[in-house]
């Protein structure tokens, strides 16, 4: 009599969670809705208090600010001495959010700062201190855009370089490149008068000259011996 086994008694073994990606946060941020939104992505957060930045998410320090309060630091310099203290990091990001409700500066000086100026500061944070800056529509904008960094597999760089595939013209280029002297308006001349590596070589000495001057002489070293 053959043994009939009952599967819905058979032990089902526990799946193992995947640990959800944790994102630490500056306790000053827990009002923030930013916060709550990114609960709702699946993030893990930990509030603490950190003295630079806003958000730690990888390996990313995030400052962030409302355009309000990014014009009223810009005022009082509050930001300058974090935009400083963000140097310490190799990867930051500013963000300033909410330009859908609220324009960051306009020609009509509503905010009470020239428009000129707000340029001059943001043109500051880009090229003086090296800051990347993000402008979001609102606090749902800013969250997505943490959860695009959080979650980005990191790419191993290769030890080594590839150069691209050179077509056959910009190998012949990049061969007669290689002598001294000779740059690449010199090295598409001769390409275009002789066609090949070889015409060029086999070239008598006054005709080279006549094509790029005093620089045929560079083509003597084709003759020496090693």
Do not use: C
Request: charged letters at 30%.
């Amino acid at each position: 009599m053959k043994t009939i086994y009952n599967i819905f008694t058979e032990k089902i073994s526990k799946i193992k969670e995947t640990p959800k990606p944790k994102i630490t946060i500056d306790y000053r941020e827990k009002n923030s809705l930013v916060a709550s939104e990114l609960v709702g992505l699946g993030f893990e957060i930990e509030f603490k208090e950190l003295k630079v930045a806003d958000y730690i998410v990888k390996d990313v320090a995030i400052e962030r600010k409302t355009v309000s309060d990014f014009l009223s630091s810009m005022l009082n310099k509050r930001l300058l001495n974090q935009i400083e203290e963000l140097q310490q990091y190799k990867n930051k990001l500013l963000i300033i959010e909410g330009i859908e409700e609220q324009e960051i500066y306009n020609e009509k000086n509503t905010s009470g700062i020239h428009a000129n100026a707000v340029r001059g500061f943001l043109l500051s944070i880009l090229l003086k201190h090296n800051i990347p800056m993000l402008f979001t529509k609102n606090y749902k904008d800013t969250a997505q855009f943490i959860n695009r960094i959080a979650r980005k597999k990191e790419q191993e760089i290769p030890i080594r370089a590839i150069k691209k595939s050179l077509n056959k013209k910009e190998q012949l280029q990049f061969i007669i490149e290689g002598l001294p002297g000779i740059g690449p308006k010199t090295a598409k001349k001769l390409l275009q008068n002789f066609k090949t590596i070889k015409g060029i070589i086999n070239a008598p000495r006054e005709i080279l000259e006549k094509t790029i001057g005093k620089k045929a002489e560079i083509f003597k070293i084709l003759e020496e011996n090693y």
